[in-house]
């Protein structure tokens, strides 16, 4: 069982960067695909942005395109976010996710993911 923790989280201003990190236990990160969520209050979780098991793929929300960055290092067993220029907007929770086993080097939609993180608090202020 792969058990996924964020963290990295903090208070920032408009127009500043975090990176936020998720480390993955177990032996089979290589075997994933994983991604990154968030979820402000009052609103639904909704998908930030995704990355192959290779990471050769990446895919982003458009709100977020051109101003974050997933990556990830299959050594380390973590998934990274780097987030630039971030707007009040940008202030939710996130959370890291994997699918299932990925028995091929795909890009996965947003409905594939299964297991998630505990999240770690964004907050930007104006």
């Known amino acids: 069982q792969v058990q996924l923790v964020e963290s990295g989280g903090g208070l920032v201003q408009a127009g500043g960067s975090l990176r936020l990190s998720c480390a993955a236990s177990?032996?089979?990160?290589?075997?994933?695909?994983m991604g990154w969520f968030r979820q402000a209050p009052g609103k639904e979780r909704e998908f930030v942005a995704a990355?192959?098991?290779?990471?050769?793929?990446?895919t982003y929300a458009d709100s977020v395109k051109g101003r974050f960055t997933i990556s990830r290092d299959n050594a380390k067993k973590t998934v990274y976010l780097q987030m630039n220029s971030l707007k009040p907007e940008d202030t939710a929770v996130y959370y890291c996710a994997r699918t299932p086993v990925a028995y091929t080097d795909y890009l996965p939609s947003p409905t594939d993911f299964g297991s998630w993180g505990q999240g770690t608090q964004v907050t930007v202020s104006s």
């Open positions: 177990g032996r089979t990160f290589s075997s994933y695909a």
């Open positions: 990355i192959s098991k290779s990471g050769g793929s990446t």
